[in-house]
């Protein structure tokens, strides 16, 4: 069996105290010894510099860092400059995404699908980047169907991707229906769940809403009488999302992907369940 890969996900904090703030969180997480922290990138590249700054503080603390890499509102120019820029940092992983349209009458630039943004890396870069992309067990929300979801995956594939992270569900079922389907089309390639502990439920159901995450009905009512109990609510979701790691992990899957809110807590608790 190959060996299990486990990375968590930050976004770039907007202050000095949130960027003070999440070192402390990276130290708590390099203890489990990821493979990598990725950063996220904001919708047209509005957080680029952030991007870089909290990748690059990441790797003088010796651990890999995987920017995120969004190429909506991009042109060729900028992304080539991007990648020029990571090359000269020692950075060798990304995570290549189309992003979300900026809001406003931004221009949507010159890339207008994922697949094109890793023929354009392969074709500037060879195989200096090791490349991860998305996966959407549930149907990415502006997928036209199912098959349609399936093969704008595949090309992505074909491309030049070399690894994959979903995005975070609730039902481990979706995922392995997604791996099986596939492996059928003849994908070989890693596809990670990316995993959200359940923290605060009025944001993780606004979120879950705008990225197309199914938060089963069950656990929708479940978290909603909690209210205010912040405690209970955190602690019962503990259980639900360790129950499903545990079981993505049995039924095969090669690592777990954290989006961690920049929250050392949640993420290290189930690490600890786990018996990771």
């Not at 203890?31 to 919708?43: D, E």
């Not at 860092?65 to 940092?89: D, F, M, V, W």
């Not at 067990?137 to 074909?158: C, I, M």
Request: proline letters at 5%; a negative charge; aromatic letters at 10%.
């Amino acid at each position: 069996m190959t060996e299990r890969t486990f990375s968590f996900e930050f976004f770039p904090p907007k202050t000095a105290e949130g960027m003070d703030k999440l070192r402390a969180t990276r130290e708590q997480l390099a203890q489990l010894n990821p493979k990598f922290f990725s950063v996220t990138f904001g919708a047209g590249g509005s957080t680029r510099d952030r991007t870089l700054e909290t990748v690059r503080d990441i790797q003088a603390s010796g651990s890999a860092a995987a920017p995120h890499l969004s190429c909506i509102g991009s042109t060729e120019e900028n992304i080539r400059e991007i990648l020029t820029e990571y090359k000269s940092q020692g950075i060798r992983h990304l995570v290549a995404l189309r992003g979300d349209l900026p809001s406003g009458n931004m221009d949507a630039g010159e890339f207008n699908y994922a697949n094109e943004l890793v023929d354009f890396i392969r074709c500037e870069t060879g195989d200096w980047f090791e490349i991860e992309v998305a996966a959407y067990p549930e149907v990415h929300p502006q997928a036209r169907s199912y098959t349609a979801d399936l093969a704008n995956f595949k090309r992505k594939v074909d491309a030049g991707a070399d690894s994959a992270i979903t995005q975070y569900f609730f039902n481990a079922d979706a995922y392995f229906r997604f791996v099986d389907d596939v492996r059928a089309q003849g994908v070989t390639l890693p596809i990670v769940p990316g995993i959200m502990p359940i923290g605060n439920y009025v944001q993780l159901a606004r979120f879950s809403d705008a990225c197309g995450a199914e938060i089963p009905r069950w656990l929708r009512k479940k978290l909603e009488t909690y209210g205010d109990d912040m405690a209970s609510l955190r602690a019962f979701g503990l259980d639900v999302i360790t129950d499903m790691c545990d079981r993505l992990l049995a039924g095969g899957a090669p690592g777990l992907h954290f989006y961690t809110m920049n929250q050392a807590g949640p993420t290290t608790t189930i690490w600890q369940r786990l018996g990771l």
